[in-house]
């Protein structure tokens, strides 16, 4: 393998089941823990600052809202409360009051509207404000690794599933793009299983940009595609990695293909040639994992 200067680098649930109505626009990132160098945090002071909204990010139910609320109390940012059950969501109320939401009693009608006629609203549902990306630099900065660029995945479910993957598997976080790609949404939450609230994710605007400025900082690109030359059992896990997954179609693009040091495969042993895009990045990641437990990470 060829060498590229590299620095220092370090290794660094609750699922949210049932409603979860989107009609637009993202979802507010969690208070990362004290423990996470500020680095690694978002660069506002105050990452669930109100924005204007044009569009809802609903989620509704009693069990998922309270899920949310117990992982991000600040993600939410109005509480609606079915009149006369405020009782039953008392702590709820309290948790997410103090972190700065509205508390809006609501009959059973409105609530019906908000969540669709055909869900479940169960007495409450929550308005969840804009998530809020982590800085690309701050990922670079920090040296985070491995990484997963996540280019042209439309569907939440597939995003959420590949950033509960990376949390598992101990990655230093998520890059999402900008176009073609679906951003953090309540359905990419729910799939997570609360992995979004442990996580560092970035969007960037230009991959092709992105793959230079990573390569720049000591990273080496991997595309993982079907076809790819190279077998993933054979990457030096010893380096600094970024595995790049694209759409459920297609896969990754030639403009990636082009940019990548390594376009690597997973073998495959039975008559179906590929895997869902969520399931090769865990595979890849794990497979990470399982070599640099067995030897030292270099600091080359």
Known sequence: MKKRNEFRHTHASRAINGGIRH???????????AAVPAAHRQRSSNPFARR?????????????VRELIAAAPGAVRTLYVKKGGEMRFAAEIDA?????????PADAEALARMAGSEARHQGVVAL??????????DLLAAGRDPL????????PRNLGAIIRSAECAGAGGVIVARDRTVGVTPAAIKASAGAWTHLPIARCGNVAQALELLKRAGYWIVALAP??????????????LVFVVGSEGAGVRELVRKRADFVARIPMRGRIDSLNVSVAAAVALFEIVRRRAAVPVSSK
């Open 52 to 64: 204007e909204r044009t569009r809802n990010d609903l989620i509704f139910g009693a069990e998922p």
């Open 23 to 33: 009609t637009g626009g993202e979802v507010a990132a969690p208070p990362h823990q």
């Open 227 to 240: 076809n790819g030359a190279t077998d993933i059992y054979a990457l030096d896990a010893a380096r600094r």
């Open 148 to 155: 997963v660029i996540v280019d042209g995945v439309t569907d």
């Open 128 to 137: 969840i404000r804009e998530y809020q990306y982590a800085a690309l630099e």
């Open 96 to 104: 997410v009051r103090e972190a700065g939401a509205a508390i809006v």
